[in-house]
């Protein structure tokens, strides 16, 4: 998984193993290690909720996506989803997960072999 944040929003980008084990196992998630032995977890799993969540706790970061959103995002061509969740300032939450293709300009030492074709790589 690849995870952008910046100010209110987050952007998660996953490839299509994970996409895949998020359709058959309900949820996919993943462990950034630090200096100092501390662990940031990111996980995104099916949810009974109505509506998309996230919450910030014990160093980690976990989305829950409702199993209808979750199940036409896995079984088509459908890029991504995405919610915005209201904060308690009154301001805004903002949460995008999208398939993550290959670049169109190769990058050297990055393995693109479990990433999305690029839909614009022909033009």
Same mark, same amino acid.
């Given at each position: %998984?690849?995870?952008?944040? !910046?100010? &209110?929003?987050? !952007? ?14 309900? %949820?996919?998630n993943?462990?950034?290690?630090? $200096?100092? /032995? ?20 014990n ?6 996506? $409702?199993?209808?959103?979750? /199940? ?6 459908k ?8 904060l308690? &300032? ?17 990058? $050297? ?8 074709? /690029? $839909?614009?790589?022909?033009?």
């Open positions: %998984m690849k995870l952008r944040i !910046r100010e &209110n929003t987050i !952007r998660v980008r996953l490839s299509q193993s994970e996409v895949d084990d998020l359709g058959r196992k309900g %949820m996919v993943s462990e950034t290690h630090f $200096p100092g /032995n501390t662990v940031m977890t990111f996980a995104i799993s099916k949810a009974d909720k109505v509506g998309i969540t996230c919450v910030f706790e160093s980690g970061i976990y989305i829950g996506v $409702p199993e209808t959103i979750l /199940n036409d995002w896995v079984k088509t061509d890029v991504g989803f995405e919610a915005d969740l209201d308690e &300032n009154g301001s805004k939450f903002s949460i995008l997960v999208e398939k993550d293709f290959q670049c169109l300009t190769k990058r $050297p030492d990055e393995d693109e072999s479990d990433m999305y074709p /690029n $839909p614009y790589k022909s033009h």
